[in-house]
């Protein structure tokens, strides 16, 4: 084997590698990239859009069983029936809530913690798509419909060394 056929193998090698490589890096992206805007529609600012504002002709697209999550707002746009859940300095209150099984939920989350952020989800497969990105001092809205199936459904912050959580019980 001469020195140059040596060479041009081991240069096709190596093309070939980086090329098989530069594909894994665009499919991991792709993949993540669309499980990151699998969370559902955000909703405009300053405003809590429901399930029965909505219809069809308005928003066609829309797919009723992913969760609506707002923009950041103000305590005074919180709806009424909201749930409202704060997270202060490592702790989430209420721990516990209730629903009934089907109801369409309106989560208010209240970052009052003065230095993190957070990301809470819930850890049920059928709700990992029910998650919120909140900043020090946010405030988001989520609504989406519980499950049909009685039960505890816990929540927490998927930050590395967060220790928050909660659930909520569908009775």
Known sequence: MSA???WSKKYFIIAGCL????????????LLCFRASNVGPVAPPASVITFSDISPEEVWWLDPVKPLQSFPM?????PADAVRITINEGVIAPETFDVIPGQQVVLAFINNDPKWS???RFEEESLIDVSVGLRSGEIKIITFFAP??????GFKCI???????GIMIVK
């Not at 090329?19 to 792709?30: K, P, S």
């Not at 049909?148 to 459904?153: F, L, M, P, R, T």
């Not at 930050?159 to 959580?165: A, D, G, I, M, T």
Request: charged share 25%.
């Open 4 to 6: 140059d056929n040596f």
């Open 19 to 30: 090329i098989i490589l530069f594909f894994i890096v665009v499919a991991v992206f792709v």
């Open 74 to 78: 103000e305590k005074k746009d919180i």
């Open 118 to 120: 957070h990301i809470i």
């Open 148 to 153: 049909a199936q009685k039960g505890e459904y």
């Open 159 to 165: 930050l590395p060394l967060h220790n928050e959580k």
